[in-house]
Each structure stands twice: as structure tokens, then as C-alpha cells.
């Protein structure tokens, strides 16, 4: 059954995205969420839906570039040829365009949607190797604040279910010790901490200091403690705590996961479309690195509905993602007052319910 794509529609959004507690890492505060919702229409005229979730701190696109490129670059490779199946057609938009993932992204996640909705079917219905999973844990960060306010936070996500808190750590003038200690004083032993640096230690000797002073909070896991350009520091990190370290800016593609793979540099691996340039590539991804022995967790820049529902069907198709033990970056729901897509994803006590319909099971509201 071939796949022609009749029309490919990149609309630019700015999604109001809460303010108070807004994420701040090494790489800056998340203030806006300004991103591109792809609507892909089929010669049989169904449709397949889309997010690119751009910043520039974390791929180096903005919604305008990833629109532009997509319109002038990637719809031309697409419009009025017959694929296969997505994979096909994603290996032509790599040929044609170096980098730029979330752009990629959009369109493969939105070909996705498309191929199994033309069928008839869910996706995870295509990818599964477990019954999906039905409620999917997660996992809350915490931006860069005093301790004070990282209580605050912690507090409010513990209340809604979270049990699963991420501390963004390594910003200069915060006192991360004092933070995880206030968080374990005022909620005990409980919450599974991890912590994420976003690269903000910029040698292994600095990440195995900041590492070893949060030991006594009892970490579940340590995020790119690296910067992501040096993927045999945090092979020598990994070497040196007794953290399990998650490998997230260091491990985009799939190339660069071999060598991971080949240092041994992580034991768990974050994934998710846009980062990965394509649904078709993290599948892949997650399949190899559990071949190998390392656990997955879906990571995010922070997407909202739209973009979470591919990321909430592979987390709960494979059994590369342990969901129970290692919550996913599922957060729409704490940073967007309201869903972008009918039927709204279901948040409840700290988990996402997996959508059960067509495709990936959603569609954008785009009146
Ligand atoms: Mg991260």
C-alpha cells in the first residue's frame, strides 16, 4: 500500500506556557513555547498530525526556520511521490537536509500518523512488542531556584501525583545541595529523585564533585553531567559515581549512539522524536540500545499534547522503556493550562493515559 502525500501544511503556534516555575537549566529559561503543528494530507485525503517543539538552545531551530524548511526544503521531496512506508520517505528528507531534527521530526511523526490512520489502525498496533502500556509515569522538573521555591514546586508536583521529581542542576549562584536537601527535609524519603546539568559541568573532574556532594539524596539517576559535544567525558563520569548516568544532548541520532554504545557511555537512554529527527530513527534507536542492554526513558523540550502523543505510544509499546521503574518527561500537563488536541490526554495522579485511537490518537485543535 504506497503513501502520497497531496499537501503539507506548516503552521507556526505559540502555546502559552506557565510562567511561575518555568524550567531553568544550564541552557536558560523556558519561556515560550513557540512551535510549528504539521498537517499532512494524503492523496485519499486523510490526514497526519505533527509538532516541531523548536528552541534554539536545543537544536539550533526556531518555529520560523523549521517552517521555512519544511515549505521550501522537505515538502518538495515529499509532495506527489509514493513511499512505502515512512522510513522511505524520512531517508529522502535525510538526504536532502542536514541537521535541523525537529523539523524532520514533524514531518515523519505526521507520516506516522497518516500511514497507520490509512489503515485503519493505532500505531502501536505497528511498533508494539508489549500491550501497550495504559498509564505512563511522570517524571517533573524542577528548574534552577533557590531552595525555597524548588519546595514550592516539588511540593505542588508531589501533590498531583509526581513521584518522580528532576532537579535541573549546575546553575552558577545556586546551591544545589541546600535545594535536594529542603525537598528531602519537607517530603522525606519518598520521592525518586534524578538530576539533570544540561552539560552545565564542563569537565568530569567538576561533574564527579557536583555528583558526589548530592549522593546522600539518594540519586536514581545523573543527566548529560557533560557538555554534549564531549561524549567521552561523560564515558569518564559513568566510570567514576555510582549514579546511573542518562545520556540526553550527547545522543541525538543514531550514529552517535554507536558511539555511545562503543565508550560505554550511559546506562539509560533519553529518546524522543524531534530530538531523534524522526519517530522512524528513535524506534530504531530504542530497539538498539535495548539490544544492548541499556534501559530508554522518552525525554522532551517540552512538547505539548501534540507532540506527546508519539512520545507516550513508543514509551508504551516497547519494552526498551521500563515506565514503572524511570518515569518519562510526559509534562504537558503541569506546564500548558489546557490541551492542544482533541481528545485531550488524560493527566491523573502523576500519569498520562496512553491514547487508544487511529494514528497516534489525537488531533490538533487548529480553529
Ligand atoms: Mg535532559
Excluded at 536545543?58 to 511521490?81: D, H, K, M, V
Excluded at 561524549?231 to 554507536?258: G, H, M, N, Y
Excluded at 504537558?332 to 493515559?353: H, M, Q, T, W
Aim: aromatic share 6%.
Amino acid at each position: 500500500m504506497s503513501l502520497t502525500i497531496r499537501s503539507i501544511e506548516a503552521r507556526v503556534l505559540d502555546h502559552p506556557v506557565r510562567q511561575a516555575g518555568a524550567i531553568i537549566s544550564a541552557l536558560g529559561r523556558h519561556h515560550a513555547s513557540r512551535y510549528v503543528t504539521v498537517v499532512l494530507t494524503a492523496n485519499d485525503g486523510t490526514r497526519g498530525y505533527g509538532q516541531a517543539a523548536t528552541t534554539t538552545t536545543w537544536s539550533g531551530e526556531t518555529a520560523e526556520t523549521a517552517a521555512t524548511l519544511i515549505e521550501t526544503c522537505l515538502a518538495p521531496e515529499l509532495l506527489g511521490r509514493g513511499f512505502s512506508e515512512p522510513a522511505e520517505a524520512l531517508a529522502s528528507l535525510d538526504r536532502t537536509l542536514h541537521g535541523n531534527p525537529f523539523a524532520k521530526a514533524a514531518i515523519d511523526v505526521a507520516l506516522w500518523d497518516l500511514w497507520s490512520r490509512s489503515r485503519g489502525v493505532a500505531v502501536s498496533e505497528l511498533i508494539a512488542d508489549r500491550d501497550p502500556v495504559a498509564w505512563i509515569p511522570t517524571r517533573a522538573s524542577i528548574g534552577c531556584y533557590p531552595p525555597e521555591e524548588t519546595v514550592r514546586l516539588a511540593v505542588e508536583f508531589w501533590n498531583r501525583g509526581v513521584r518522580t521529581l528532576k532537579f535541573k542542576t549546575g546553575v552558577p549562584g545556586i546551591d544545589d545541595v541546600a535545594r535536594l536537601q529542603a525537598v528531602r527535609d519537607r517530603l522525606g524519603p519518598e520521592p525518586v529523585f534524578t538530576i539533570d546539568a544540561n552539560g552545565g559541568y564542563p569537565t568530569a573532574d567538576h561533574a564527579v564533585r557536583a555528583i558526589d556532594s548530592l549522593l546522600p539524596f539518594n540519586l536514581a539517576l545523573a543527566e548529560q553531567p557533560t557538555p554534549r559535544d564531549r561524549l567521552t567525558l561523560l564515558a569518564q563520569v559513568r566510570k567514576r559515581v555510582p549514579v546511573p548516568i542518562l545520556a540526553d544532548e550527547s545522543v541525538f541520532t543514531p550514529d552517535e549512539l554507536d558511539e555511545a554504545l562503543e565508550l560505554d557511555a550511559f546506562d539509560v537512554l533519553s529518546i524522543y522524536p524531534g530530538k531523534n529527527g524522526g519517530f522512524t530513527h528513535s524506534l530504531a534507536m530504542a530497539r538498539r540500545a535495548h539490544a544492548a542492554g541499556k534501559a530508554c526513558t522518552i525525554g522532551s523540550n517540552l512538547e505539548t499534547d501534540l507532540g506527546q502523543a508519539a512520545m507516550i505510544c513508543m514509551a508504551a509499546s516497547l519494552e526498551a522503556f521500563p515506565v514503572e521503574r524511570l518515569a518519562c518527561d510526559l509534562m504537558a500537563a503541569l506546564f500548558y493550562d489546557r490541551s492542544d488536541v482533541r481528545p485531550a490526554i488524560e493527566f491523573r495522579n502523576g500519569k498520562v493515559k496512553t491514547p487508544t485511537g487511529m494514528g497516534f490518537g489525537v488531533a490538533p485543535i487548529l480553529d
